[in-house]
């Protein structure tokens, strides 16, 4: 904060200040541009949830604060109220259970590939890397692990993937 512990700084003033620098955070945070089309596109055909290593309250409020919440409602598991962070198949199934749905039914995006991807996949779910760097050139991908680079790919390939489990039924 720049300040040296010498200089005193009261409970108020760091109070002061930290209420600051949350207020600058919150007010800095920003959907990626995609977001907010691709769930639209989504919401009418999909079921959409959250599973977030965040605490519940922290990733609600993000979400409010972005205008992403809507679109998820009440479906949102966090390790805090869960009690197992992701990578746990415990989390993801919890998710699987929010929206009603088998894990075979679900698909999982994040953009983390082992806690996101590879916990997704190991639950039994579709798991989907959101791979914004294009690291994917660096790291070896499982085969089961479908690699997206933005989220304006998901309609047609949840759409397709859609289709085909309805047939396979």
């Known amino acids: 904060m720049g300040a040296s512990t010498k200089a ?15 207020a600058h955070r ?4 920003a959907p990626f541009p995609d977001a907010e089309p691709t769930l639209k596109k989504l919401a009418p055909d999909f079921r959409l949830g959250v599973v977030s290593n965040s605490s519940a309250d ?5 979400l409010d604060t972005i205008g992403l919440l809507s679109y998820f409602g009440d479906r949102l598991i966090c390790s805090d109220q869960h009690g197992a962070p992701k990578p746990a198949a415990s989390i993801f ?14 698909a999982y995006i994040g953009d983390k590939y082992d806690t996101d991807a ?6 039994g779910l579709h798991g989907f ?20 680079h933005s989220l304006n790919e ?10 085909e489990l309805r047939l396979e039924c």
Do not use: M
Not at 10 to 15: K, T
């Open 8 to 22: 005193g700084l009261s409970d108020q003033e760091a109070s002061a200040w930290f209420a600051g620098y949350q």
């Open 26 to 29: 919150h007010a800095s945070q």
């Open 58 to 62: 922290h990733q609600r409020h993000k």
């Open 93 to 106: 199934l919890a998710g699987c259970t929010t929206l009603g749905l088998q894990p075979h039914e679900v």
């Open 118 to 123: 590879i916990g997704a996949h190991q639950a």
């Open 129 to 148: 890397w959101l791979d914004r760097a294009n690291d994917n050139a660096t790291t070896t991908v499982n085969a089961d692990i479908r690699v997206i």
């Open 154 to 163: 998901l309609q047609d390939i949840l759409t397709a993937r859609n289709s």
